[in-house]
């Protein structure tokens, strides 16, 4: 590689083979090694085409058949059922790897890089290939194979995946195919309509393709035996026979193709093709074409039919001294009314079956002017070739009552001069004015692509009469051209002699006399056939070097703009006013038109074909406008513009219409419209929605920043595709290009200047807040290590865990308790720390500003909490206010196997536990009811004043039953005090302590009452009659006073013993 880089010179002349295209580099891939510039070296499927014979290596041999390799780049697969005529179950011995095998391309598929070969020796031998429908005849002998068999028939598949059908009772016969096999076939009947093939496997009264004129397409890769292509020139013709419509002439054609089985010393024979020329095209002048008709009718005897002249092998022919060309490869010498391309005898007529088939010869002109275009590459064989606006040499086919059909070059690639197109004055019968055979120049007025038609115009002398001539065809030059037509932004034009023109609508005005965000209309004073000045700005390099040539026609690159018609500019400067993808930069100041408006967009052109869009944003800063382009913006218009960014490989160019700085207006503080693209999640870096901007420049907007208050929702509330006004608080980055964003406000405050409430107001740094001040903000994540909270664009605070709720709330809950942008009101500041801009919150009722930490706890406290996780050997409870666990064991949960761990689930409240052992940031607490004797019993003295204070109210308000009658609304809400006061005092069973009685005031019993306990009412009574009395007056029962009437158990009786003494010794005390 050094060595060849080294033999290398920039500029010089290399010979290279294409070998692809990288569409990402926009290159091609090119080879110069010797084997890759060989003819026969294939390095693409486009080089191959169907029926084409190759000679490839078998690379690998699979059990569905074998890979064939033509060359270094291009391998293909023969099928297993195309190995041999015969299908075979496996892949044959004698076919090895590296071994050489001969094959035909049965299909090429480019798309999918894919190619199929058959090896079977029928096909391979087979020196006709039927590769295309127009190639089939009635009775011709074809050989294919069969693909498919179904209750209808067979189908016999050719190249190129052509098809015929063979009847279901053909395949009753013995000599019937199986499936995979080669076979050949007679075509019965060829519907061209629906492209159908009728097969039988009669051969009888078969004919080969040879002698029905059959050749292989012009895509099959062989060409015709008789070598009669259209704009083919042929020598060597000998006149045989003079009709009453031309001449049957006799030429050399192409040797014939040596056989495979013919040996390698065998002579090759001159093979002679029979071709017809029509009277008309004996000469371009009619009466030179008449004499010569009479001088060859002399010389071959006379005029004869062509029924008689079906075989002049044999007859001494007169030899014409001029060259012909091909104008069709088959034509019907017995019609030439008829179009060369349809065989009436190819149609489909069923009814006539004798009808008698007339072999088709090559058709042949001998008109200098055709000749001409066969030798300059002017004639033309496809209608692609065809070019508006273009004149060729021509001649009449046929003539009607509407016309003439003219033709240029092939005879089939026919189009219509209508009578006004003939001549210049009034025509009434075409005629009279026009001949067939009648040599024309023909100017192409119109193509229709769809049709493959075309309109031509045979007063081209007369059309031209008051166009002006070109002097000079150099770059800068004056011309003055007629306007033809106005096409698009494009103002076709032409002048004497072929030439013709194009002025864009951007060439028409100057850039400097154009004022931004202004257009103008230069299309409106064009007018159809008026004259126009202008200079050239580009020469087409194909008429530097046919400046002479007959019939060309150059077309010019014209510029109109005031500026460049000045004399003695250099060529330069036009140059330079000539826009093309290279020349086109960032920055520059370009003349746009408008072409279209479309989905929102304004597409504009810059020059012909050359296109730009410009998005609504860079069109105006008007919101009316921007909501309605269609009625500002106006095809043809031109506006003075500024690439914004241009790409010449990818083809994009943006352009805006608001002036070379709109994107410089994009500092602080600056007030712009901006189209919402994309409403984001807010999680992460808080970012709600993003926005276009002028400039191609992009925004993006904080969620604190959508709303002055505080919105629930705030994103909902937004609708893409809309404009807003956006207000800038930190402008681009200038060294991020294109990646470069805007951070935006849509704020009322920021944009219209609106007064901020207090609490609206967006903290940006940590020491603009204080501990216990009250703040909101935007969730923008939430794990377990708390919620964090953005409370403007640029101050983020956290909530943990311990601080979001009075209740435990469970570390893979907060995500979804907490979503991104939910709407934190009101949390409390309760630690800062300015040097790191941290801001720890609380939604706690009361903040977090009095936490107990492990420091503040000893042995002994009571604390409470809530049950934080339950294990099978004790509860773990967080203390309230801290973020102290503790573990209470099970041995400490209860007094007895009453009450167990299952009796308590997470987040129940724990309303008394004592700390019993601490080791460092390790704290045990106990819950057993025995743990808090002392304390209960505190409580219930003082529980006990609070009743007694409570009996001697009501004893004071207690009146005489005889005065006083309790109604029943008073009763009840007697009694439910009674109820509540109850209630407030009772304590838990297990705590073992007996609790004194209250007196019962006898009006609330009743004599029978069954209600009570005997107990209280006898207390009741003495307390009433004064038998006993307390000395401050409270009634007194002893239990022991209390027979009971019934039998108890032995458990019964050592409790009553016990306390029967407890009552002796009360008894004692009190005397």
Known sequence: QEKASEALDIGSSLECRVLGYNYLEGALILTRRAYDLQEDTLVSLTELSPGQLVVGTVSRITEFGVFVKLSEYVSGLVHLRHLTDVPLASVSKRIQVDSKLKCRVLRITPEKRQLSLTAKKSLVKDDFQFTAFEQARRDMLVTGFVSNVQSYGAIVTFYDQMFGLLPAKEMELDEAPALGMAVKVRITNVN????????????????????LGATPSAGSGARPRHGAFPGQIVSELEAVRCTQDGVLVRFKGPPAKKSEDEEAGAEQKDVFMRGFIPKGHLSDEAEVAEKRHKKLAKQLGGIKDFDKASDDSEVTGVKVEDEGVVLSRRFNPAGIEKDAEVDKDEKEDEKDEKKKHIPL????????????????????????????????????????????????????????????????????????????????????????????????????????????AVLRKEVGAPVKMTVQSIRGL??????????????????????????????????????????????????????????????????????????????????????????????????AQVAAAVAEVRKGIL???????LRGRVVPLDASTDLTVLNSLPEHYQVGQVYKAHVLHSSSAKKQLDLSLLGADSTSVLCKGAKV???????????????????????????????????????????????????YEVSVLTPADPDAGDNARVELSIRASAVFGRKEAAEEKRPMKADELQVGQKVSGYVVNANDKGVFVALSRTLTGRIRLKALSERVIQRDAVAKLHPPGELIKDATVVEIDAESGRVELSLRKGGDCDILTIEQISVGDIVTGRVKKVEKYGLFVRLDGSSVDGLVHISEVSDNASVSLDSYKVGDRIQRAKVLKMEGTKVWFGIKPSLFDGEM??????????????????????????????????????????????????????????????????????????????????????????????????????????????????EDEGQDDEDDEDDKAGKSKLS
């Open 192 to 211: 061209r309509k629906r492209q159908r093939l009728a097969l039988s496997l009669d051969l009888a009264s078969g004919k080969s393709p040879e002698e």
């Open 673 to 723: 419209l901006a189209r919402l693209e994309k409403v984001e999640g807010v999680t992460g870096k808080g970012v709600a929605a993003f926005f276009q901007l002028p400039g191609r420049a992009r925004g993006f907007v904080h969620i604190t920043e959508l709303f002055d208050f505080w919105a629930q929702h705030p994103r909902k509330r937004l609708q893409p595709k809309t404009f």
């Open 490 to 587: 494009d103002i076709i034009c032409s002048a004497k002699g072929g030439i013709r023109g194009h002025v864009h609508v951007t060439q028409l005005v100057d850039i400097d006399s154009l004022e931004a965000g202004k257009g103008l209309e230069p299309l409106e004073t064009i007018e159809t056939k008026s004259m126009i000045d202008a200079r050239i700005m580009q020469v087409p390099k194909s008429s530097e070097s046919t400046e002479g040539a007959k019939n060309k026609i150059t077309h010019l690159e014209l510029t109109s703009r005031p500026s460049l018609m000045k004399d003695g500019l250099p060529a330069s400067d036009y140059e330079a006013a000539a826009v093309r993808w290279k020349t086109i930069k960032k920055g």
């Open 937 to 1050: 019993e505190d409580e219930e003295d003082e529980d006990d004043e609070d009743e007694d204070e409570d009996v001697e109210m009501e004893a004071v308000e207690e009146k005489p039953k005889s005065k006083t009658q309790n109604t029943p609304e008073k009763t009840k809400k007697s009694a439910a005090k009674k109820s509540a006061k109850a209630e407030e005092t009772e304590e838990p069973a297990a705590s073992g302590k007996k609790r004194k009685n209250a007196p019962v005031p006898l009006e609330k019993l009743g004599a029978d009452s069954d209600d009570e306990a005997p107990w209280q009412r006898a207390a009741a009574v003495a307390g009433l009659t004064g038998k006993q009395a307390s000395a401050d007056g409270e009634a007194s029962f002893v239990f022991a006073d209390f027979k009971a009437s019934v039998e108890s158990s032995d």
């Open 603 to 609: 597409w504009m052109e810059v020059a012909g074909g």
């Open 361 to 468: 010869i090559a058709l042949l002109s001998l008109k200098p002017s055709m000749h001409s275009a066969a030798q300059d590459g002017s004639f033309v064989t496809e209608f692609e070739g065809l070019e508006e606006s273009r004149f060729y040499a021509g001649y009449i086919k046929d003539v009607r009552d509407f016309g003439a059909l003219v033709s240029v070059g092939a005879w089939r690639l026919s189009g219509l001069a209508n009578k006004g197109q003939l001549t210049d004055h009034f025509v009434e019968k075409p005629e009279e004015e026009v001949t067939v055979g009648q040599s024309v120049r023909v100017l192409i007025a119109k193509l229709d692509t769809e049709r493959k038609r075309f309109k031509a115009d045979l007063r081209p002398e007369g059309s031209a009469k008051n166009e002006p």
